[in-house]
């Protein structure tokens, strides 16, 4: 097992080196780490080829296949499953240069969308409103956990204080894993994901980061390709990442995780937009039952800890909207209420949340739903 981030001897991230114990990166190869979503709908994998030169573009990538049946996606005697190569990124734990993050879809041996593969139907969705210029920003909360998976820095035989001095907050009394947020930070930007910023959040070891503005299927893609990032950074410091939206330490007074969801058409973001984004209002509350239950990779089940109406959230029960209120389903950021035009923020989704299937609920229900 592998030493924990704070009773390490050594506290200091950086000992864990960022050169790969110290062996240099060759340059001969192209190291292509294949990256995708299991049987859960909520859990990454990965495996490495080894090419002879960088692929020219994303089609020249290999298909690939894995043992399905060992990731909750096949039974054993129909085991194969294959990956079809989407989406690629420098890899920065393997200094950039010809290595490849190279993030894929599943599907089964009749070449059909594995169950969790929801990337394809988005795709879909979104070349279908392409003309709209749909844009997205997440909002990725999540919370350490130390090796025994208790939140990390919390004390092992009672609670900490209180909420009140974490959220943005500053010190050692109070901040616990710090050096981790930063070095996600530093990795996202190097493979060229469009990172938006990093907070603290309201519980201790809780944290936040944003990933936007992105354009269509790019949204889901990048917040995927941020989530792998930050599980194979905090997996050096020997620290687990839970996107659990309330894990069973929390129920007491803490805030749980969300993923709220940014999202503007180009109609939103310009003269008259306001009114536009109040008529997507009325799209999306008949849907409200329904969004709820694919705003977490469990029918909504996971989600229903967090959204008591307390903590910054929305009651399950009714769809509300309102300007900068930060207790509703939807919000209209106060400055999106002050230009008249701008985004709607989705409150609703949780931090487990599959991006694709978040998405294209509210692009298909804003922009494609013809019964309301
Ligand atoms: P808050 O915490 O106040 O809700 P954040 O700053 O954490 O807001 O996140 C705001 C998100 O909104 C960012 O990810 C940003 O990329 C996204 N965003 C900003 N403008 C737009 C827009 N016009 N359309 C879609 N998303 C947007
Ligand atoms: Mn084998
Ligand atoms: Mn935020
Ligand atoms: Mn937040
Ligand atoms: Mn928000």
Known sequence: MPQSYFTASSQNFSSYGITNF???????????????IDGTGENLRSKTRILDEVPKCIEDYPLWNYDGSSTGQAT??????????????????????????????????????????????????????????????????????????RPLGWPKDKLPPPQGPYYCGVGADRMYGREIVQAHANACLLAGLKLAGTNAEVTPAQWEFQIGICKGIEMGDQLWMARYLLHRVAERAGVVVTLDPKPEVTMGDWNGAGCHTNFSTSAMRHHGGLDVIKSAMKKLEP???????????????????????????????????????????????????????????????????????????????ILLDKEN
């Open 22 to 36: 110290g062996i240099p990166i060759p340059t001969t190869k192209c190291q292509a780490t294949y990256i995708w």
């Open 76 to 149: 054993g005697r129909f085991s194969d499953l294959f990956l079809k190569p989407v989406a690629e990124y420098p890899d920065p734990f393997l200094g950039c240069g010809n290595n490849r993050l190279v993030l894929c879809e599943t599907y089964d041996a009749e070449n059909n969308p594995t169950e969790t593969n929801h990337r394809y139907h988005c795709n879909q969705i979104m070349e279908a409103i392409m003309d709209e210029k749909p844009m997205f920003g997440m909002e990725q909360e999540y919370l350490f956990l130390d090796m025994d998976l």
């Open 287 to 365: 849907r409200h039952s329904d969004h709820l239950k694919l705003y977490d990779p469990n029918g909504g089940k996971d989600n229903l800890k967090r959204l008591s109406g307390k903590h910054e959230t929305s009651s399950v029960d009714k769809f509300t909207w309102g300007i900068a209120d930060r207790s509703c389903s939807v919000r209209i950021p106060r400055q999106v209420g002050t230009d008249g035009k701008g985004y709607l923020e989705d409150r609703r989704p949780s931090s487990n949340c599959d991006p694709y299937v978040v998405t294209a609920a509210i692009a298909s229900a």
